[in-house]
């Protein structure tokens, strides 16, 4: 299989700190900062709530604050998440932080469409648990729209994903022939994984390294030289209003047309300017 590019980095963040201390200022200041990051992108902010946490997100980035406890809650996702990987990994590991959430990812753009990658993964796991414990596997048979296979149960603190990321992304040109490799932890094992990333000389190094290591088992490669990775570029996201352009013109535009015939554009116009 030869590779053409390869980013591996930090994917989601999530954790919780106790409120009215130093900690749960520093995650409320970044917050902030990040939230006016999103905002100059053409993000939206909205309401949140989780697990009695209330609070916002805008884009890849959402701050909460618990109803009845004195704790904060903090989440950083995708490329934004990536770019802040070796602070956020030092934040969540500091003390009275509680890390709930950590993802990793892998990106691997193959020279060629490498189409099977996630059928061969499940048969692999298969095959190493004959006999033995292992995770399960679930292999999902996309039908043409992307194959998907996941190593381990949904409620489990360790999970693997792997599909077809061109295929997942609609066809985004930026992801042809790429397959994405994720490993999504919970509780103690994400808190682990942040200790090893903050101890890192190069974090997208160690994120590539801990995927190889979680496919070891079932004699699989995702990243052959961890030297050769390179951090997520920020691929280009549709903004908050970009979506909702994009609904009127597919789901609104038809239907206006028709009614903009009969009754003529000025009064669609004073409709929708609430005349």
């Known amino acids: ?27 409320s200041h970044f917050a902030h900062e990040l939230r006016q990051q999103e905002e100059r992108a053409g993000y939206l902010a909205k309401n949140m709530a989780v697990h009695g946490y209330f609070g916002w997100s805008v884009g890849s980035v959402a701050f909460l604050v618990h109803e009845q406890r004195e704790r904060v809650m903090l989440k950083v996702s995708s490329d934004l998440c990536a770019v802040h990987q070796a602070y956020l990994a030092a934040l969540g590991i500091e003390n009275g932080s509680s ?19 996630a059928e ?10 004959a006999g033995r414990t292992s995770p399960r596997a679930t292999y999902i048979n996309g039908l043409g729209n992307g194959d998907t ?17 061109y295929k997942e992304t609609g066809g985004e040109e930026d992801y042809l022939n790429a397959w994405r490799y994720e490993v999504q932890y919970r509780s103690t094992y994400a ?4 200790k090893q990333l903050n101890d890192a000389i190069e974090v997208g190094e160690r994120v590539a390294a801990i995927i190889n290591g979680e496919f070891k088992p079932y004699d699989f490669t995702v990243v052959p030289d961890v030297r050769a990775v390179q951090r997520p570029k920020g691929m280009q996201r549709n903004t908050d209003i970009e979506r909702r352009l994009q609904w009127l013109k597919n789901q609104v535009g038809p239907a206006t047309r028709e009614v903009a015939y009969e009754v003529g554009w000025d009064t669609i116009m004073d409709i929708l300017k609430g005349y």
């Open 149 to 165: 296979t996941y190593i381990g149960a949904p409620s489990s603190d360790k999970r693997v994903r792997v599909y077809d990321k």
């Open 1 to 27: 299989m030869s590779i053409v590019r390869i980013e591996s980095a930090m994917d989601w963040v999530q954790f919780s700190a106790p409120g009215n201390t130093i900690l749960a200022d520093e995650m």
């Open 191 to 194: 808190h682990e994984v942040l």
């Open 99 to 117: 890390v709930t959430r950590v993802d990793l990812q892998a990106t691997v753009w193959y020279a060629t469409y490498m189409p099977g990658v």
């Open 120 to 129: 061969d993964l499940g048969r692999r796991v298969l095959a190493v648990r």
